[in-house]
């Protein structure tokens, strides 16, 4: 069995820091370059088209950090979708006035909600989601959680579109990489148990199936 046969779940520095303290914002820059680097807009954007043949009326995002990744997302998705209502989701509150105003160019518009995931999606009644998306956010909890964070979701919508680390010799030999881009410690450390934690095959699917969810769930 291969060290990483199995996921393996570590707790990563940027979840403990305040969302000010200065190795937080350097961290947030990093991934975003990270993002950038592994053309994660692009593939979500490209997810979008595949499971939503026709433009949304409301998207969640859970984990939605500073706004800035699905921002990039919805340039490349604002020609065609136009009126969409965006719900960001996050237990930080990292949203900002421009941020919103550069979504309002776009035709989006944005309620930003900041709060523990579960305890939103117990007690919220907002309605119902066209989908909900999700960047490299569903590694942080294991199998017990992630069953009941997804049967939580279910109600919401009736798709979850994910990008998410994918377990992989390559994938963990690509973060020794980073000190080439400037990264930080905290981004250097967490970038390689994000990859111990994350998914192969159809982990994710089965997860969701298992919950209750349609059968088929859009990932990376």
Same mark, same amino acid.
């Given at each position: 069995? !291969?060290?990483?046969?199995? +996921?393996? %779940? &570590?707790?990563? /520095?940027?979840?403990?820091?305040?969302? @000010?303290?200065?190795? =937080?914002? #350097?961290s947030r820059r990093d991934l975003a370059r990270i993002n950038a680097l592994m053309f994660q807009a692009l593939i979500m954007a490209s997810l979008m088209r595949k499971f939503l043949p +026709?433009?949304?009326?409301? /998207? %969640?995002? /859970?984990?939605?950090?500073?706004? !800035?990744?699905? %921002? *990039? &997302?919805?340039? +490349?998705?604002?020609? @065609?979708?136009?009126? &969409?209502?965006? !719900?960001?989701l996050d237990r930080v509150g990292l949203v900002t006035p421009k941020l919103k105003a550069?979504? =309002?160019?776009?035709?989006?518009t944005v309620e930003a909600v900041t709060a523990d995931v579960f305890d939103w999606a117990e007690k919220a009644d907002g309605g119902s989601f066209d989908a909900i998306t999700v960047n490299l956010f569903l590694h942080h909890f294991d199998a017990d959680g992630l069953l009941r964070l997804f049967s939580l979701l279910r109600r919401k919508?009736?798709? /979850? $579109?994910? !990008?998410?680390?994918?377990?992989?010799? $390559?994938?963990?030999a690509a973060t020794r990489l980073l000190p080439a881009i400037g990264a930080n410690g905290v981004t250097r450390h967490d970038a390689a148990h994000s990859v #111990?934690?994350?998914? #192969?095959?159809?982990? %994710?699917? @089965? $997860?969701?199936? =298992?919950?209750?969810?349609?059968?088929?769930?859009? *990932?990376?």
């Open positions: 069995m !291969t060290a990483l046969a199995q +996921r393996n %779940l &570590v707790p990563e /520095i940027l979840d403990g820091l305040a969302a @000010d303290d200065v190795r =937080a914002r #350097r +026709r433009p949304p009326g409301r /998207i %969640l995002e /859970i984990g939605a950090g500073d706004g !800035t990744f699905m %921002l *990039k &997302v919805a340039r +490349r998705m604002a020609r @065609d979708w136009r009126e &969409v209502e965006l !719900t960001m550069d979504f =309002a160019g776009l035709g989006w919508a009736p798709l /979850i $579109l994910a !990008t998410e680390p994918r377990r992989a010799g $390559l994938a963990l #111990r934690a994350g998914f #192969r095959g159809s982990e %994710l699917s @089965d $997860l969701w199936s =298992a919950a209750g969810g349609a059968p088929e769930v859009g *990932k990376l």
